[in-house]
């Protein structure tokens, strides 16, 4: 195609329009002077939290991707998120778990010493990959259910929000490690489980149902499993494992539990329903447990090193089972829920201990 000459001669010779410099972006009507400064552990997001950045509003206004404390502008459009109001999702210590989580990442593949793993006899390593099935589900679900939630929480109320994405990392992390711990050793990933629970997890209608049922009672549950580590594992790699998630779950827990108490106190007239959703999932696998039986035998094969010592495996395995049902009412009580003892679902208020007098 040819090239119009007069056209040419006009860009090379003609000086272009520049369009007017327009510097009131630097008035925006955001806080200025501020100067956040490090504290002892670096400059975390409480050392951030000054001035006008640092105000949470109870009722958000925002619906776009506008970070909190920019200026607003006009004419920009919504991004869709619905959960307007703090106490739905807020957690006093959301910004402190951050931090810890963000400090404390490990690597499944290099953290791990993978290379000392040995042999073990066909049962208890078919017992390990079954419970390493479970756990792998498990954490499946732990990830998935958080990352629905990201997108409805307005940025106004980032902290819960940044803490939520740390969830999903260390979930990821579980999920990859126990499937590495069914497959490095000569086993392989063995029986999906039937836990109807899992379903309720991730079909929560509202953010403190979820949180109630995946963060104090059904991670409570796993957490109490894993403080059990010393005794399900086989050798220091298994026992590591445990450990590291271990120290991941409690920060899911310490955000669950504060979050709880956080809603029981600004809002104490939903008492009753946050009763209902622990109703619910208390009494979610009426039939099988919470394990189910393909896991609580290969747990109770682990506990007993062997099945040879069915009875002293099923004995610690109710131990487990004391253990879960007391820190779950722990985690209760702390949230201001004490009263869940008397309607607990008796498969669980059977293992509860008295009362303090």
């Known amino acids: ?45 409480d050392e951030v939290n000054v001035g006008s950045y640092g105000k949470v509003p109870q009722e958000s206004d925002s619906q776009t991707a506008r970070p909190r404390g920019a200026a607003v502008r006009a004419g920009v459009p919504h991004t869709g998120y619905y959960i307007r109001d703090a106490g739905s999702v807020w957690s006093q210590n959301a910004t402190m778990l951050y931090e810890e989580a963000v400090q404390r990442q490990w690597s499944s593949a290099t953290d791990i010493p993978w290379g000392d793993i040995e042999q073990l006899p066909e049962e208890i390593e078919a017992a390990m990959c079954q419970l390493c099935t479970f756990l792998t589900e498990v954490e499946f679900i732990a990830g998935d259910t958080p990352s629905q939630w990201l997108p409805r929480i307005s940025n106004d109320h980032f902290e819960t929000k940044l803490f939520l994405a740390t969830q999903i990392m260390d979930e990821a992390r579980h999920l990859d490690v126990f499937r590495k711990r069914a497959l490095v050793n000569g086993g392989g990933l063995l029986k999906s489980s039937p836990t109807a629970g899992l379903r309720v997890i991730i079909n929560a209608r509202d953010f403190t149902e979820m949180s109630s049922i995946m963060h104090v009672q059904a991670e409570g549950f796993v957490q109490s499993m894993f403080r059990m580590g010393e005794l399900v594992a086989n050798s220091d790699v298994e026992k590591r494992i445990f450990r590291m998630c271990a120290q991941d779950e409690s920060r899911h827990l310490g955000f669950g539990v504060m979050h709880l108490k956080y809603v029981l106190e600004t809002e104490p007239e939903r008492r009753e329903e946050i009763h209902s959703y622990f109703d619910e999932a208390e009494n979610a696998d009426p039939e099988t447990g919470t394990f189910g039986p393909a896991v609580a035998e290969s747990l109770i094969i682990l506990l007993g090193k062997g099945s040879q010592n069915f009875d002293d495996g099923f004995n610690k395995f109710l131990a487990l089972q004391k253990r879960q049902a007391n820190e779950y009412m722990h985690r209760l009580s702390v949230a201001g829920l004490s009263d869940r003892r008397e309607r607990m679902d008796p498969n669980m208020r059977v293992f509860l201990d008295p009362p303090a007098a």
């Open 1 to 45: 195609m040819a090239i119009d000459q007069e056209t040419l001669h006009k860009v090379k010779t003609e000086e272009p329009e520049v369009a007017p410099v327009d510097l009131s972006w630097m008035n925006g009507g955001s806080e200025w002077g501020i100067s956040a400064k490090p504290g002892k552990r670096g400059l975390t997001l």
